[in-house]
């Protein structure tokens, strides 16, 4: 059988969009389900420590500040979908592309490293919260022969549905426990020094609960591919994606503002992370079905990247075309290429053989989460917005000391054709 290609789909019988690419299909529920699965996981039971180190005013303030500056910044990340024209524009269909569009080769370099590591942290991050590190492996694998995130929004769906479980669940024993107190627990300024608290460790505790509570609304990296997956029409694309995002922000806060709020009342400063650790068995099944569906979007970016890159320096190559294929003896037909099949399955097996060497390595996904927080979610999409919308004559500027087009071949990427790969990382 003919080979189809992987990137625009030529020689398969499905629907093209106007690029020549396989028609979208996404809508703002789905674009919605995908970032509520991507923010909202078993980290969400650790808020309610958050708010002890901080108290009933800055707690919950804390958090209200990152949900507004998270909206803030994603609304203009969508505003970068479409280079130079917001209509007519071609699609930056990832993050490095959209650097790309505006910024000079290093800065997409040096974007796609962050972003990858980064999303190669979250993975092992996810896989550190399974259960168990054989059994994820066997969640993890079926899931992972998923062409698309097109293909993701019943999983995404599902996901969602368990993600609001087992936080339904924590906020119900948090009620309960608040009625068995008969009152509410905490004070005003959270947990202070002294009572074996001494100063240096509850910094410490403060800018951990800063870090987790940044690191809950971290879907940045993935806005790009998700709006890629709407069927919209151009003059709406940025629209639909906005009111996706509003409606994910907004469920999410109220989520964590009652799993954070109910959990300090309910314990007050004697809260511990990720407390009471019994209720992730009352709610195991909804975390594991929970925990595939965030893999999967999180993962999607990487397998693109690669299969795309592949499929672009060797077009002809069997192993990284997708080949139509007849079971014999019957006449099913499926689509298969090797390429996705082996590269996502060791991709799983690696992340999964740094969890079982190094159980540590959730600290270090900490680490990651918190340098990639400033550059992708804040000081990337303001800067992209800012170079999109200025006046001509200051481009140059925008590019950060990167000249305009006329500087010599290579030096900038152009806007008007950003790499449907990635950018040129």
Partial sequence: MAPLDMETGAGSSMPVDDNGRPQRTGTARTASAHVITTV???????LAWGVAQFGWVVGPGVMTLF???I?????LLADCYRASDPVSGPRNRNYMAAIGATRCGSMVKLCGAVQFINLVGFGIGITIAATGSMLAIGRLLPQGRIPGLDSLWWLSTIATIMSLTYTTIRISLGVVQIKANEGLHGSLTGVAIGNNITVMQKV???????RNMAFAYAFSIVLLEIQDTLNAAASSEAKVMKQATAVSVAVTTMIYLLCGCVGYAAFGNGVRINEPLWLLDVANAAVAVHLVGTYQVISQPIFDYVELRAAAAWPDNGFVCTRDVRLWPSDVHVAICPLRLIGRTAYVCLTTGVVMAMPFFGSVVGLIGVVSFWTLTVYFPVSMYIAQRQPAGTVGQARGGCSSRRSAPGACSSPSRPSSAGGNW
């Fill in 40 to 46: 909202l996981g078993s980290g969400v039971l650790s």
């Fill in 71 to 75: 909206y803030y910044t994603s609304a």
């Fill in 204 to 210: 410490r505790h403060d800018l951990q609960a800063f």
């Fill in 67 to 69: 949900a507004v500056v």
